[in-house]
């Protein structure tokens, strides 16, 4: 079967198509790059002897989308493409509604003209928004507290709508976590442009002292250290996840979501203190005051994902800290 990544040149999509090919399937990459880099491909060629298929263009252009499916018979997308900055959408909001319901409204209008019928979508675990109590189960109400997160919500009804007018349609929408990590030959990783949003590539940046130290927000919430717990799981955990949602529409239809996590929170700071002690390097930081919009606790029940997509998360918060060092050291040495 053939798959169409969209956004398969980002951190997420760039590991589950190493995956994808590992495991026999052949890989359409549809990305415009604007938070990836050109060299990605050859990356996930170097790591799997085969080429991804890479078109670049904006999934929103239903011209450019039409081609890619006429060129190539695709049995399956996985969804990944549209901007992801919390804080950036909150700052631009009409950008991040134009480019992640867009992308997602012609995807679909296109699949619908070629007759693909399985959709894996990048969904989030900010789609529980403030309220609901953790550990997140599935059933629970969905709400957001940015616009980043609001489209994630909107798409999910989407996608819904669209199955229920569909019955022939799957479509699995999948809540991440906090994916960190890298791929284990250093090869691929989260390399953001600019300064990274996230913690682990923060991280791993002040240890490679390309930045001066990490600011810790607030170390007074009510968890084991006072510092914010969150459900980090190893991205190439999450994109096996992925695989098992293909299988799991190849049997299914309808829109049904599942968590990918691991379950367990663990604390910014016990995140710092593993990196540092696993890599034997220093990460300095400091405590600063709470952020706007943090939760004390973020964490998953993935006991449906486990039980129905076949999937757990196997590897380890040191995996995650040793592959993001690794990962930094590799770009470090080829720059």
Same mark, same amino acid.
């Given at each position: 079967?053939?798959?169409?990544?969209?956004?398969?040149?980002?951190?997420?999509?760039?590991?589950?198509?190493?995956?994808?090919?590992?495991?026999?399937?052949?890989?359409?990459?549809?990305?415009?790059?604007?938070?990836?880099?050109?060299?990605?491909?050859?990356?996930?060629?170097?790591?799997?002897?085969?080429?991804?298929?890479?078109?670049?263009?904006?999934?929103?252009?239903?011209?450019?989308?039409?081609?890619?499916?006429?060129?190539?018979?695709?049995?399956?997308? @996985?969804?990944?493409?549209?901007?992801? =900055?919390?804080? /950036?959408?909150?700052?631009?909001? %009409? *950008? $991040?509604?134009?480019?992640?319901?867009?992308?997602?409204?012609?995807?679909?209008?296109?699949?619908?003209?070629?007759?693909?019928?399985?959709?894996?979508?990048?969904?989030?675990?900010?789609?529980?928004?403030?309220?609901?109590?953790?550990?997140?189960?599935?059933?629970?109400?969905?709400?957001?507290?940015?616009?980043?997160?609001?489209?994630?919500?909107?798409?999910?009804? @989407?996608?819904?709508?669209?199955?229920? =007018?569909?019955? /022939?349609?799957?479509?699995?929408? %999948? *809540? $991440?976590?906090?994916?960190?990590?890298?791929?284990?030959?250093?090869l691929l990783g989260d390399d953001p442009n600019g300064i990274p949003n996230n913690l682990m590539p923060y991280v791993a940046r002040v240890a490679a002292g390309q930045l001066p130290r990490l600011t810790v927000f607030g170390d007074d919430y009510p968890t084991r250290d006072g510092s914010c717990l969150r459900d980090y799981l190893h991205v190439v955990d999450l994109a096996k996840g992925h695989l098992s949602a293909l299988e799991y529409a190849a049997s299914h239809t309808g829109a049904e979501a599942f968590n990918l996590g691991t379950g367990e929170g663990i604390s910014v700071l016990e995140l710092v203190h593993s990196f540092q002690e696993v890599n034997g390097v220093p990460v300095p930081f400091v405590i600063g005051g709470r952020r706007d919009g943090d939760l004390a606790e973020v964490y998953a029940n993935p006991s449906r994902a486990r039980e129905e997509l076949h999937w757990t998360a196997e590897k380890t918060l040191d995996d995650m800290c040793r592959d993001s060092w690794h990962f930094i050291q590799t770009r470090k040495a080829e720059r």
């Open positions: 079967m053939t798959i169409l990544v969209t956004g398969g040149a980002g951190y997420i999509g760039s590991h589950t198509c190493v995956e994808l090919l590992q495991k026999g399937y052949e890989v359409v990459i549809a990305d415009n790059f604007v938070n990836s880099s050109m060299d990605v491909p050859e990356r996930i060629a170097r790591i799997t002897g085969k080429m991804p298929k890479v078109f670049e263009l904006d999934v929103a252009d239903s011209h450019a989308l039409d081609l890619v499916f006429a060129e190539n018979h695709i049995g399956a997308v @996985i969804h990944f493409a549209g901007l992801k =900055a919390v804080g /950036e959408s909150c700052q631009i909001p %009409l *950008r $991040y509604y134009r480019n992640n319901l867009d992308t997602t409204l012609t995807l679909l209008e296109t699949m619908e003209r070629h007759g693909c019928k399985k959709l894996v979508f990048s969904s989030s675990a900010t789609v529980y928004g403030p309220k609901n109590e953790c550990p997140y189960t599935e059933d629970m109400p969905t709400s957001a507290t940015n616009p980043y997160g609001w489209t994630k919500v909107m798409i999910e009804q @989407i996608l819904r709508d669209y199955c229920a =007018a569909n019955p /022939e349609f799957s479509a699995v929408l %999948l *809540r $991440y976590f906090n994916p960190i990590g890298a791929h284990e030959s250093g």
